[in-house]
């Protein structure tokens, strides 16, 4: 009876690993931003983007219409800067100061065009 708890046991440390190794690899593989996956990657990553950049800009006195567009901008802006990037590289682009300043610059930019002071 122990035996076969064992095996159990190890089965399942065994699909565990497997499952967070495929995880890992998927994480690490640059989305090819001509598939069906890759467009809706693009969609999904500008939308999430821009609804963040919105609700932190929610605070500042300004147009909507500018809001929207400086943060439209950002989404486009930022996901060309990293698209050829995996997807584990854009989670940790907050922890990298050269990619903190390259978004900077994006963000300044757009909202310079947006006529945001």
Same mark, same amino acid.
């Given at each position: 009876?122990f035996?076969?708890?064992?095996?159990?046991?190890?089965v399942?440390?065994l699909?565990?690993?497997?499952?967070?190794?495929?995880?890992?690899?998927?994480?690490?593989?640059?989305?090819?931003?001509?598939s069906?996956?890759?467009?809706a990657?693009a969609?999904t990553f500008?939308? *999430?983007?821009?609804d963040?950049?919105?609700a932190q800009a929610?605070?500042?006195?300004?147009?909507?219409?500018q809001? $929207? $567009?400086?943060?439209?901008?950002?989404?486009?802006?930022i996901?060309?800067?990293?698209?050829?990037?995996p997807?584990?590289?854009?989670?940790?682009?907050s *922890?990298?100061p050269?990619?903190?300043q390259?978004v900077?610059a994006?963000?300044q930019?757009?909202?310079?065009?947006?006529?945001?002071?």
């Open positions: 009876m035996k076969w708890i064992l095996i159990g046991a190890a399942l440390v699909i565990v690993v497997g499952l967070g190794g495929a995880g890992w690899m998927v994480l690490n593989k640059p989305v090819d931003s001509n069906e996956a890759g467009q990657y969609k500008k939308k *999430n983007f821009k963040y950049c919105m929610a605070s500042l006195a300004a147009d909507q219409d809001l $929207d $567009d400086m943060c439209s901008c950002a989404a486009e802006g996901y060309q800067k990293y698209k050829d990037q997807p584990a590289k854009l989670i940790t682009l *922890n990298d050269e990619a903190q390259k900077g994006i963000m930019e757009c909202a310079d065009r947006a006529g945001l002071q």
